[in-house]
């Protein structure tokens, strides 16, 4: 059964902190992991990781896949309040393109 | 830009009720799914559609039932709405037969079942 966990589930850190969300996974024949970002109701789609070590960047965001270790992590640096929100993420299962999703991170920014 | 919509942002239920959930994307895209999302349990998967009229199970079908008689339209039944289907439910799409399975989600609709 394919399987993601999240840590922490839940994290409150002051403006201008830098913070690394972490993603396990054990899925057969793995094709990629997807990070996305709901702050109101729809998440949002942030990154999409395929190859180990290469590092993805969108502004203060990036992420990196170890494929070895089956683990992705999402790192933000100076966050701010608008990064507030729940962090998902998930990967396809074996043959299939349904996403199977960890519990997600709660992200809380304070200023 | 993909635009998934979902019909109603709120609703609120009598248990026993039959409930009718709409999705419509417009990017012609094979793939839809339906998802809950409940603290604590993140988002799992009730069914998914490959194409028209056919039907997948997720990893929760119990108590829900899909219909896709056109492309751009999945709705989620519940036939007999209980409490513990109190949620909120996100629909999703993405297109078939791509190395890119990035999804799509609509808004949401939290549902209340009293």
């Known amino acids: 059964e394919d399987k993601v966990v999240q840590s922490p589930l839940s994290l409150v850190v002051h403006e201008g902190d830098t913070v690394t969300l972490n993603c396990s996974y054990e899925?057969?024949?793995?094709?990629?992991l997807l990070w996305y970002k709901q702050e109101k109701k729809a998440p949002t789609f942030l990154f999409m990781l395929?190859?180990?070590?290469i590092e993805k960047k969108s502004g203060r965001l990036s992420s990196i896949l170890d494929k070895k270790e089956l683990f992705s992590i999402l790192n933000i640096t100076a966050t701010q309040t608008g990064d507030s929100a729940i962090y998902l993420c998930?990967?396809?299962?074996?043959?299939?393109?349904?996403?199977?999703f960890g519990k997600g991170t709660k992200l809380s920014v304070i200023p | 830009d993909v635009k998934v919509t979902q019909s109603s942002r709120y609703l609120v239920k009598r248990t026993g009720e039959k409930v009718f959930l709409e999705c419509v994307q417009d990017?012609?895209?094979?793939?839809m799914f339906w998802y809950r999302q409940d603290p604590g349990l993140g988002l799992r998967l009730i069914y998914f559609?490959?194409?028209?009229?056919?039907?997948e199970k997720g990893d929760i079908p119990e108590g829900y039932s899909v219909s896709r008689e056109k492309k751009e339209r999945f709705s989620l039944i519940l036939e007999s709405a209980s409490t513990n289907q109190t949620s909120m439910y996100l629909c999703?799409?993405?297109?078939?037969?791509?190395?890119?399975?990035?999804?799509?989600f609509g808004s949401g609709t939290q549902l209340s079942v009293l």
């Open positions: 899925v057969t024949n793995f094709r990629s």
């Open positions: 559609s490959y194409d028209v009229k056919m039907k």
């Open positions: 998930g990967t396809p299962g074996a043959g299939s393109y349904q996403l199977t």
């Open positions: 395929t190859s180990s070590g």
């Open positions: 999703a799409s993405s297109p078939w037969r791509t190395t890119n399975e990035k999804l799509f």
């Open positions: 990017m012609d895209h094979e793939n």
